[in-house]
């Protein structure tokens, strides 16, 4: 069965950092491009970030460029995403996915909430 568990969340205040973490099994990790998605209150569904199976790709949605980092262990089958300088429209809750076997496969989400 395919897992993914994200974690890392929580309450900061703008200007603030936060680093998630997505954990995946049931499958190869290494084998899988992953992203980042974000959902705020009210809204659709935004791409946030994505990487390929060999780190060699990471890509980005202009408004987190230049703030945000993706990244992945595949020896701990684990997906990061470093957020430096977070401001008031990133919060939202954050989900990692992959496609597979053609459907799309996400997480439970984890709340970040940016407030001062």
């Known amino acids: 069965e395919v897992q993914l568990v994200e974690s890392g969340g929580g309450l900061v205040q703008p200007g603030g950092s936060l680093r998630l973490s997505c954990v995946a099994s049931g499958f190869t990790f290494g084998n899988y491009d992953m992203t980042w998605v974000r959902q705020a209150p009210g809204k659709g569904a935004e791409w946030v970030a994505a990487i390929d199976s060999s780190s060699r790709m990471p890509a980005y949605a202009d408004s987190v460029k230049g703030r945000f980092t993706i990244s992945r262990d595949n020896a701990k089958n684990t997906l990061y995403l470093q957020m430096n300088s977070l401001k008031f429209e990133d919060t939202a809750v954050y989900y990692c996915?992959?496609?597979?076997?053609?459907?799309?496969?996400r997480g439970q989400g984890t709340q970040v909430s940016v407030s001062s």
């Open positions: 996915g992959t496609k597979y076997g053609g459907a799309t496969m």
